[in-house]
């Protein structure tokens, strides 16, 4: 799709600056659209536990309180940025920075449909496992650069419980390799065709427990934001933040909400493929839906329930997230990557024929 237009470009413009404005294009056409979503998405998520626990929600600013995110962001760009006295101010800059970087930079390998992607690269598994693993140093440097106690104690357990449960989802990532027989993303969702028994939900249906689980605690969301337990830490690693820059770190919550959605989509759901392809009379009434209308549903679905755990579940002890973590998902996964093993050895199913 882009290299048409870098073609064009370069027709009349030298080549470096015809690849220059193509980059520009492709970083906005993907960007932008994610934090509108991830503006709206805070709205969603007040509005939906609003009606669950029997609330309004945002109602005041625009009709149905639909302008209340622009209200909000416009808040957040206008109070002032604080810095402590004793903080290392280079690296308290840099924290958001390091949190929100890599959340966008994963999107350029998310297909959006067949042949709808920025780069589709053959290695786009490993690259998001790569580049997501950075996020990590976000909440460290965070909470090490304001030079606070609460701040520290806050990102010593952010750190730890995101690596713990990267490694779950890493194993999870592997069963999908071995299922798929590769790491590009489109093949994925290709090797998912027909039908939704051919998806690969029901051979890794643990997995896709465990990987949305681990996402849950990836983007500290209920029931395991201990890092942000108000209680006990003082709202976490950004506890000393304020303004644009706390605004950041939670623009870079809700990016990887949406990022881990539209991995579980692509990886267990069939992507953008219609759930009732092979089913004659379903098939032809839903052939007007496009893929990307397939994929947002799923998506949409997927963000509904991270927003109906959030108004359901109490916060867990620390102890108890770190043992699920350890001692559940990871010896689960282990076992999974040899069961896998094991139906593809026996050519087990649709999946592995």
């Given at each position: 799709?882009?290299?048409?237009?870098?073609?064009?470009?370069?027709?009349?413009?030298?080549?470096?600056?015809?690849?220059?404005?193509?980059?520009?294009?492709?970083?906005?056409?993907?960007?932008?659209?994610?934090?509108?979503?991830?503006?709206w998405?805070?709205?969603?998520?007040?509005?939906?536990?609003?009606?669950?626990?029997?609330?309004?929600?945002?109602?005041?600013?625009?009709?149905?309180?639909?302008?209340?995110?622009?209200?909000?962001?416009?808040?957040?760009?206008?109070?002032e940025?604080?810095?402590?006295?004793?903080?290392?101010?280079?690296?308290?800059?840099?924290?958001?920075?390091?949190?929100?970087?890599?959340?966008?930079?994963?999107?350029?390998?998310?297909?959006?449909?067949?042949?709808?992607?920025?780069?589709d690269?053959?290695?786009?598994?490993?690259?998001?496992?790569?580049?997501?693993?950075?996020?990590?140093?976000?909440?460290?440097?965070?909470?090490?650069?304001?030079?606070?106690?609460?701040?520290?104690?806050?990102?010593?357990?952010?750190?730890?419980?995101?690596?713990?449960?990267?490694?779950?989802?890493?194993?999870?990532?592997?069963?999908?390799?071995?299922?798929?027989?590769?790491?590009?993303?489109?093949?994925?969702?290709?090797?998912?065709?027909?039908?939704?028994?051919?998806?690969?939900?029901?051979?890794?249906?643990?997995m896709?427990?465990?990987?949305?689980?681990?996402g849950?605690?990836?983007?500290?969301?209920?029931p395991?934001?201990?890092?942000?337990?108000?209680?006990?830490?003082?709202?976490?690693?950004?506890?000393?933040?304020?303004?644009?820059?706390?605004?950041?770190?939670?623009?870079?919550?809700?990016a990887?909400?949406?990022?881990?959605?539209?991995?579980?989509?692509?990886?267990?759901?069939?992507?953008?493929?219609?759930?009732?392809?092979?089913?004659?009379?379903?098939e032809?009434?839903?052939?007007?839906?496009?893929?990307?209308?397939?994929?947002?549903?799923?998506?949409?679905?997927?963000?509904?329930?991270?927003?109906?755990?959030?108004?359901?579940?109490?916060?867990?002890?620390?102890?108890?997230?770190?043992?699920?973590?350890?001692?559940?998902?990871?010896?689960?996964?282990?076992?999974?990557?040899?069961?896998?093993?094991?139906?593809?050895y026996?050519?087990?199913?649709?999946?592995?024929?």
């Amino acid at each position: 799709m882009f290299d048409a237009l870098q073609a064009f470009l370069s027709t009349f413009l030298f080549d470096w600056l015809a690849i220059l404005i193509t980059l520009v294009i492709q970083t906005v056409v993907v960007v932008l659209p994610i934090m509108l979503v991830v503006a709206w998405l805070t709205y969603a998520e007040r509005k939906v536990i609003g009606f669950m626990q029997v609330r309004m929600g945002p109602n005041r600013v625009g009709p149905l309180g639909l302008l209340q995110p622009i209200a909000d962001a416009l808040k957040l760009m206008t109070k002032e940025v604080i810095f402590p006295d004793q903080a290392n101010k280079y690296l308290f800059i840099i924290a958001p920075i390091l949190a929100l970087a890599p959340a966008v930079a994963a999107w350029a390998v998310i297909p959006f449909a067949d042949g709808m992607v920025v780069a589709d690269v053959n290695a786009g598994l490993l690259y998001i496992l790569a580049v997501t693993s950075i996020i990590v140093y976000g909440t460290i440097v965070a909470g090490w650069a304001s030079n606070s106690k609460y701040a520290f104690l806050g990102a010593l357990r952010g750190s730890a419980q995101k690596i713990s449960y990267e490694i779950a989802m890493g194993f999870a990532l592997v069963t999908v390799l071995m299922i798929s027989g590769s790491m590009n993303l489109t093949d994925i969702v290709n090797g998912q065709q027909g039908g939704m028994l051919n998806w690969y939900l029901l051979p890794l249906l643990p997995m896709f427990f465990v990987y949305f689980i681990s996402g849950l605690a990836e983007t500290n969301r209920t029931p395991f934001d201990v890092i942000e337990g108000e209680a006990e830490i003082v709202a976490g690693f950004h506890v000393d933040y304020s303004g644009m820059t706390f605004g950041v770190f939670m623009l870079a919550e809700y990016a990887m909400m949406i990022l881990i959605s539209f991995m579980t989509a692509i990886m267990f759901l069939g992507g953008w493929l219609s759930p009732f392809e092979g089913i004659p009379v379903l098939e032809t009434m839903f052939a007007w839906v496009p893929q990307l209308g397939w994929l947002a549903f799923k998506v949409s679905l997927l963000l509904f329930i991270f927003l109906w755990l959030r108004a359901t579940f109490p916060r867990y002890r620390y102890d108890q997230l770190m043992r699920l973590g350890w001692k559940v998902l990871i010896p689960l996964t282990i076992l999974w990557v040899f069961v896998v093993g094991a139906m593809k050895y026996f050519s087990f199913g649709p999946w592995f024929n």
